[in-house]
């Protein structure tokens, strides 16, 4: 018999339940009680949702972050909220986000007003988690409550129950030293917690306990390897069985080492890690249980249940009951239903899964194994129609763009000169003075802004008068610059509600889900655009806003596009070709709009890169091959211009140090990113490599009200004067500015073009 389970399934609610629930509380529009009323609604939902499983998870519930709750459990808190009183769910908040609730803000200084926690992204997802921070002096003491709680919640509705918790050297690996110290020195500390912690699962009747180790799938020391068998020499003296749990990736060099741990069971994401389900089967001793993740726990589409059966069933001939099935890894990472979509085209929804289909796919699959695929004919014969159908869509196969895709030469990523000439030709023609001043793209998204949009998008006004509104929009929005005396203006992007989302819907290629949200980080989800095809631009996406900007100014106006990568990053993507396939094709359709635009007579065209970065692998080894394709798919998208067109790129807040040479390797004429917060120890990177090309370091944090002085604007920007040579620095703000208010933005920009005349004075 094959095993069912689930290792997480996502919390944040079908429409978003948790969300709304966890911000009416923080208004004060709620109480506790009825936030935890939610939680316990979604959890038994969730669990109901779950129940032809074997196994279901239980403590994957959190109201925050899985990673905090697990600071919690282990009693480790960082000393600044040490001493607070009240419920631990309010304790919870104040730790992630600084405060409990709005309330608690006129309360700083008692309860509120402590630094929120440091976030960063859970290995290679787009979910976010609080930092468990250290120090030489961090001790840790057991609090179990929270999954106790719902262990018994659990055991009362009759659910087997498998509580989930992560690892000591995942937990310890994740998190940051604060002082220095050697984190692995805690370990001594932290395992006795884990112990009891077992302990007193197994006094509950807990058969097994998932024990997650997702920092297996990455490169690690001697030093942390060692830790391992440490760790779990010790763990395994208590009598729960334990499911090591391994998602994300192969375990390569790791392998053997997992294979030789004293646990009851090891899974393995067998989407990322198919290959090595052979050698850990050989590997594994008689008596372990093999968890199979086999259902994509990390994107949207069907599986392919008789492709998959195939393999399985000689496998389940060889394994029997030690054979577990599973996703590939919590299904936090996906949406949760499908059915909740009314307008999805009905075409793509037909290739599709969401978390609660995912689990039906899982069900299956174990049918068909125990009772043969007989038992479920009829479920494989629809599976494969969808699968047929989307394999065979005209509309996920269009040989135009594969044939230019095949045409990609090296000559169509490069410009026609080196960037010393490009140089000099945009001097001549866009005259600017020395320390240039520009803005980011966005401008402030005001309720009015956001209200037409809405009624144009409802059909409630016509396409005349929407383009009406949005032209006044961006009148006014020049008018502003103008005034302001900025030197690059930019349109102010009020026509886009988001950065991808306005190209992918114009994009063919794509669809868009009314539910299909992911959690981000706390109550924030995102609702990732779906790449299902091959990507085409029928007509120009920007140029008629961009030129009608141009038309009210005689300052050179930058059109603003999303980067190949970045929408590539923020998409779930097709599973039918690689990444690299999907990006070359957006490269191409972007390039088409960098064409338009300069054509139209738009001289200065800024391709923002946001998620360059967080596309990179979660193994070193294989950052090279991303940063290859991903830095190629820029510059096929750019360098299609004449020497005299200046490209800009953007980047948010990032550790650029790993990834200079691909950013010199863009060429992009001017590059800006957020540094303020940074004191300009971010340009360090750019001056130790001696980056070539121009820069505008951010110098107003606009992720504060905060209103920069020119006497702070001017000392970052002395500070980067001792890095950068003064001729190639620009002056801006660290990314757009939609998200802050008009009354905010004008004196600030005021500033900042005082700080640039003082500059040009000082230089
Ligand atoms: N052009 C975009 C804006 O100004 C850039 C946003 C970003 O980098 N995240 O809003
Ligand atoms: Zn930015």
């Known amino acids: 018999m094959a095993i069912t389970h689930n290792l997480g399934f996502p919390r944040i609610g079908a429409k978003r339940e948790l969300k709304f629930a966890l911000e009416s509380y923080w208004k004060s529009q709620s109480s506790l009680n ?37 600071s919690f459990t282990l009693g480790h808190l960082p000393s600044r909220v040490k001493h607070f009183q009240g419920d631990l769910l309010d304790n919870t908040f104040r730790v992630a ?149 391994t998602y994300f990736g192969e375990l390569q060099e790791n392998l053997v080492l997992v294979s030789e741990l004293p646990v009851q069971g090891v899974h393995l994401d067998a989407l990322s890690a198919r290959r090595e389900v052979e050698p850990l089967v050989s590997l594994l001793p008689q008596d372990r249980v093999l968890s199979l993740g086999i259902i ?4 949207i589409w069907k599986t392919d249940l008789n492709a998959l059966l195939e393999w399985l069933e000689p496998l389940h001939q060889r394994l029997g009951d030690r054979l577990w099935l599973a996703p590939s890894c919590s299904l936090l990472h996906v949406p949760v239903d499908l059915n909740s979509e009314q307008v999805l085209d009905a075409e793509v929804r037909d290739w599709l899964a969401f978390a609660l289909q995912k689990l039906d796919e899982l069900q299956c699959v174990a049918t068909a194994l ?156 995102v609702k990732p655009p779906i790449l299902f095809g091959d990507i085409s631009r029928p007509k120009s996406m920007t140029v008629n806003w961009t030129v009608y900007a141009q038309s009210l100014t005689d300052k050179p106006m930058k059109g603003m596009l999303t980067g190949p990568v970045t929408i590539l990053n923020w ?82 807040y990032s550790e650029f140090n790993d990834i200079i040479a691909s950013i010199a390797d863009m060429d992009a004429d001017v590059i800006t990113i957020e540094t303020s917060r940074s004191d300009m120890e971010l340009l360090d990177a750019f001056d130790h490599f001696n980056y070539p090309n121009e820069i505008g370091p951010g110098v107003y944090d606009i992720h504060s009200p905060n209103i920069p002085s020119q006497a702070h604007m001017v000392e970052l920007m002395r500070k980067a004067a001792e890095r950068i040579p003064v001729e190639r620095l620009w002056v801006n703000p660290d990314c757009g500015l939609k998200t802050r208010q008009w009354d905010e933005v004008l004196p600030a920009l005021a500033n900042m073009v005082e700080a640039a005349r003082q500059l040009r004075a000082e230089y």
């Open 571 to 652: 998409s779930f993507v097709r599973d039918d070709q690689p990444r690299s396939v999907s990006c070359q094709q957006l490269a191409l359709a972007i390039r088409e709009e960098v064409l338009d635009l300069e054509r139209a007579g738009v001289r200065v065209i800024q391709i923002d890169e946001a998620a360059l970065r967080e596309g990179l692998p979660l193994r070193r080894s294989k950052w090279a091959e991303y940063l290859n394709w991903a830095v190629e798919a820029f510059r096929i998208t750019a360098n299609g211009v004449a020497d005299d067109t200046q490209i800009h790129t953007h980047m948010c």
């Open 34 to 70: 009825e936030l935890k009323a939610v939680g316990a609604q979604l959890r038994e939902r969730h669990w109901r949702a779950q129940s032809a499983l074997n196994w279901a998870p239980v403590g994957d519930f959190s109201f925050y972050d899985q990673v905090l709750d697990m």
């Open 370 to 525: 125990n009772q043969g695929r007989s038992a479920v004919a009829e479920q494989l014969t629809a599976n494969q129609a969808s699968l047929t159908a989307r394999r065979q869509s005209a509309r996920v196969h269009n040989p135009v763009v594969q044939q230019a895709v095949r045409e990609i030469s090296p000559e169509l990523g490069r410009r026609q000169s080196s960037y010393a000439v490009r140089a000099k030709k945009q001097a001549s023609l866009l005259q600017l003075p020395a320390f240039p001043t520009t803005t980011i793209g966005s401008f402030p998204q005001t309720a009015a802004i956001r209200q037409t949009r809405k009624q144009y998008k409802a059909g409630e006004i016509s396409e005349v008068k929407y383009t009406q509104i949005m032209r006044d929009e961006i009148a006014k929005c020049v008018a502003e610059q103008e005034g302001l005396q900025l030197d690059v203006l930019v349109h102010g992007e009020a026509e886009r509600n988001d950065m991808v989302e306005y190209f992918g819907e114009q994009l063919e290629g794509y669809v868009f889900s009314q539910f299909g949200w992911v959690q981000s980080y706390g109550s924030r989800c």
């Open 296 to 299: 994509n726990g990390r994107n």
């Open 97 to 245: 986000r600084g405060r409990s609730s709005l309330e608690a803000e006129s309360h700083s200084g008692c309860c509120g007003g402590v630094a929120a926690g440091e976030m960063t992204k859970w290995f290679d997802t787009n979910y976010h988690y609080i930092v468990p921070e250290f120090s030489a002096a961090t001790e840790f003491a057991l609090d179990a409550s929270r999954l106790l709680d719902q262990l018994h919640e659990a055991q009362r509705q009759g659910v087997s129950a498998k509580p989930v918790i992560i690892g000591p050297v995942t937990y310890l690996g994740i998190g940051k030293s604060k002082d220095a110290s050697d984190r692995l020195a805690l370990l001594p500390r932290l395992l006795p917690v884990y112990v009891q912690l077992l302990e007193t699962l197994a006094a509950q009747g807990v058969e097994w306990v998932q024990i997650d180790e997702p920092l297996l799938v990455t490169e690690l020391e001697p030093e942390w390897q060692a830790a391992f068998k440490t760790a779990y020499a010790q763990l395994s003296g208590v009598a729960v069985k334990l499911l090591l749990t």
